[in-house]
């Protein structure tokens, strides 16, 4: 389907400058920069598109792929903005796709979309229902759809690396949720969701048989009346910030290490800081890009108040409100806009 480039710019990760968009110089107006939501709003709703939308999701969530893994999905991005014609870079962060708008001149804005699934068995019945046993979307698959873009778990960082983003000005994302009625935005300044690390310990001592010690039994693998010679435990920790989390992993260390010692054993902790399950701010991963650019995160509610409630994005039950679509691809591209028109004056100034 060959859309005009405003639809790219509704749908497609992009760094686009303001006069591919918005051509007239007469929409600067506050006025008229008013009306840009409600009119990229009617746009995105028009059913050629939203057949669209409805359409690349559909085929995105019967092959649901886990991070760093999302090959197909990557290829039908690759596909859609083949045929628009739009220019890109790939890969970034192994899988991911960063397409390119607009004339290549400052200011850039980038819209982000992740497109990783959950390692989880889908559980609603319906026509498009996963095709990949044990793998399931969770709204992922509407946000490809909205900006038609990159990355997966633990990507951001990667991406930042690979310096594509360097003269970035500003970044947007946006989440589904099922709590808020359709089109409702929610977010906030500072942070929004506590960020998580994992980790796991392993404590070792030395292992004998339960008739020679007085300890109790520590659930474990193995035979019952053997005491092992290591134990590990693991999990995840969660904050609002960098500083409580780095306090947090320190007084981990204290803890584990010191009571291992009490018993004259020794133990590691390990928080995985080299590899995909490093610390996130938040989940999504996209703080990552917020402590290097400007960058505004928000959640968009999907729930139609006329029929039963929605699941949590994290259930096998969970099923996607398709109308929340033209809502976020709307959204997407009202703050891309904005932001661009607010900083045109600037640039006559300099």
């Known amino acids: ?5 405003l639809v790219s710019f509704l749908l497609i990760f992009h760094l686009i400058n303001p006069a591919v968009v918005l051509p007239s110089s007469s929409l600067t107006s506050p006025s008229r920069v008013s009306e840009l939501p409600k009119k990229f709003l009617d ?12 359409g690349i999701r559909r085929k995105i969530h019967e092959n649901p792929e886990l991070g760093y893994e999302e090959f197909e999905t990557s290829k039908l991005i690759r596909q859609e903005l083949d045929k628009m014609g739009i220019p890109y870079k790939y890969p970034v962060s192994v899988t991911g796709v960063v397409g390119f708008v607009g004339s290549g001149k400052p200011p850039f804005v980038a819209i982000r979309a992740d497109m990783d699934a959950l390692a989880m068995q889908e559980m609603v019945e319906w026509e498009h229902k996963s095709k990949n046993p044990g793998r ?9 759809t909205m900006v038609l873009a990159e990355e997966g778990g633990g990507g951001a960082k990667k991406v930042l690396d ?3 983003l360097e003269n970035v000005d500003a970044i947007f994302g946006l989440h589904v949720i099922p709590q808020g009625p359709v089109g409702v935005v929610a977010s906030k300044p500072g942070p929004l969701m506590a960020g998580s690390s994992t980790f796991n310990a392993v404590i070792r001592g030395k292992g004998g048989h339960a008739a020679c010690s007085d300890c109790g ?3 474990r693998g193995g035979a019952l009346n053997v005491i092992p010679d290591s134990v590990s435990i693991g999990g995840t920790i969660r904050a609002f910030s ?8 320190r007084r981990i260390q204290e803890v584990i290490k010191g009571q291992a010692a009490v018993y004259r054993c020794n133990a590691t902790v390990d928080f995985f800081e080299n590899d995909n399950r490093t610390t ?4 999504t991963d996209f703080a990552f890009y917020q402590e290097a650019i400007p960058g505004y995160f928000y959640m968009i509610g999907m729930q139609d108040v006329t029929k039963p409630q929605l699941k949590s994005v994290h259930s096998p039950y969970f099923s996607l409100n398709e109308d929340v679509l033209p809502y976020g691809a709307a959204l997407h591209a009202s703050l891309a806009a904005r932001y661009l028109l607010a900083a045109e004056p600037n640039l006559h100034e300099m």
Request: with cysteine; aromatic share 12%.
């Open 1 to 5: 389907m060959n859309f005009p480039k």
């Open 43 to 54: 746009f995105a709703k028009r059913k050629e598109l939203f057949d669209w939308m409805v």
């Open 136 to 144: 399931c979307m969770r709204g992922h698959d509407a946000h490809v």
């Open 162 to 164: 690979s310096g594509v």
């Open 217 to 219: 039994k520590i659930s």
């Open 242 to 249: 960098k500083e409580s989390l780095v306090q947090l992993k």
């Open 280 to 283: 996130s701010f938040p989940p």
